[in-house]
């Protein structure tokens, strides 16, 4: 038996509220613990966006009432909104920002409205984008000219991790995280293993080559943190017609990251590094007291969907064999989890800006 601390998810998209029927923030949390995740960090993108006093009050309510592990609630950059989001800095993880191919309304095409959020957010926390290849580094070279910090989300290509190795060796205030899905799925890999239909491949930013993937592999020094990119959509939606991207992924982090520890392609060091130290320095997260997670890291077991605490009732890594399973989860004294059992209520996680 190992004990880690408990893990921090930086990218979480928890549906409520609006979109209950794909998840709440009851199932995501439950989901959270189940995977060793103690603390997670809340996307805005819902129904309606989180952009204002209003939706952010809209969305830690339902927290508050539901939550059974911590939790942060992004503020979601708008097209006339940079101001307010600045002025609600404080009782938010940080500002994201939506700069290219997405799920909801939040998509920033016009670079000058990127500019008011470059020039207004205060910088305490990081400026996250959504931003691949090209925009990527547009967003990189904004950071630099307000010198702001920025965390780039879900890395997935070779060039995006090169292009961010040189900008930190040349002072740029950047950051990155990388998703489970991208380290160990390929596109091509995944629609002949995982995929009964098309859209169970589909994703943003999508899979990318066994090249690409094999960089970010090579490239894990310059990666600061895993995160999850939660998505949760219905296994009908999935299947339907025009299938919403997005994968389900806070319940089985851990263990695929496990798997690759017991193969020799990560450390346990890594691991606490990238999912506990480097999201809590970034976001300027508090310290949980008395939280930890025990993972038997010899048993061996298979992901099922039929066994998991998210809504949505399906994972992209449904019958994998992975070694490394989470036993017991405490979060400030409280066993959380246990054998299987989610052991604390509704309304027990703690809003970590207020
Ligand atoms: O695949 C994705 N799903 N990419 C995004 O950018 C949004 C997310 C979602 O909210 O479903
Ligand atoms: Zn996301």
């Known amino acids: 038996m190992i004990r880690l601390p408990g893990l921090i998810d930086p990218h979480v998209h928890v549906r409520e509220p609006g979109q209950t029927h794909k998840e709440d923030w009851d199932t995501v949390t439950q989901s959270a613990l189940a995977g060793g995740v103690t603390m997670l960090l809340a996307m805005p993108n819902t129904k309606p966006p ?8 809209l969305a830690l309510d339902a927290a508050k009432a539901k939550a059974r592990c911590d939790y942060g609630q992004y503020l979601g950059a708008g097209p006339d909104n940079a101001a307010e989001v600045a002025r609600l800095a404080p009782r938010s993880a940080a500002l994201k920002m939506y700069l290219d191919s997405t799920f909801g309304q939040l998509r920033l095409d016009d670079m000058t409205l990127w500019l008011e959020h470059f020039r207004q957010w205060p ?148 691991i606490v590094e990238k999912a506990v130290t480097n999201p809590r320095r970034i976001f300027k997260l508090p310290e949980q007291p008395e939280t930890w997670v025990e993972v038997d890291e010899k048993a061996r077991y298979e992901i099922k969907a039929a066994e998991m605490h998210s809504r949505c009732g399906w994972t992209p890594f449904e019958g994998w064999k992975v070694k490394g399973k989470v ?3 405490v979060l400030r004294g409280e066993t ?19």
């Open 50 to 57: 989180i952009f204002d006093e209003s939706t952010l009050n």
């Open 327 to 329: 036993i017991k989860v």
């Open 336 to 354: 959380a989890f246990e054998n299987g059992k989610i052991l604390v209520k509704p309304g027990f996680g703690q809003n970590v800006r207020a």
């Open 123 to 270: 910088g305490e926390t990081p400026i996250v984008t959504h931003s691949e290849s090209r925009s990527m580094a547009a967003a990189l070279w904004m950071a630099q000219m307000f010198d702001k910090p920025i965390h780039i989300a879900h890395i997935s290509l070779r060039e995006e991790v090169l292009l961010i190795k040189a900008a930190k060796e040349h002072g740029v205030k950047v950051t990155c995280e990388v998703c489970p899905h991208h380290l160990f799925l390929d596109l091509v890999g995944a629609q002949q293993c995982c995929a009964p239909t098309p859209g169970r491949v589909e994703v943003r930013p999508r899979l990318a080559t066994k090249a690409d993937v094999d960089a970010l592999w090579a490239n894990l020094d310059v990666i600061d943190c895993f995160a999850t990119d939660h998505a949760p959509h219905t296994l009908a939606e999935k299947d339907g017609e025009n299938p919403p991207p997005g994968f389900p992924g806070v319940e089985t982090m851990l263990p695929l990251l496990l798997t690759a520890v017991s193969e020799g392609r990560l450390t346990v060091e890594q």
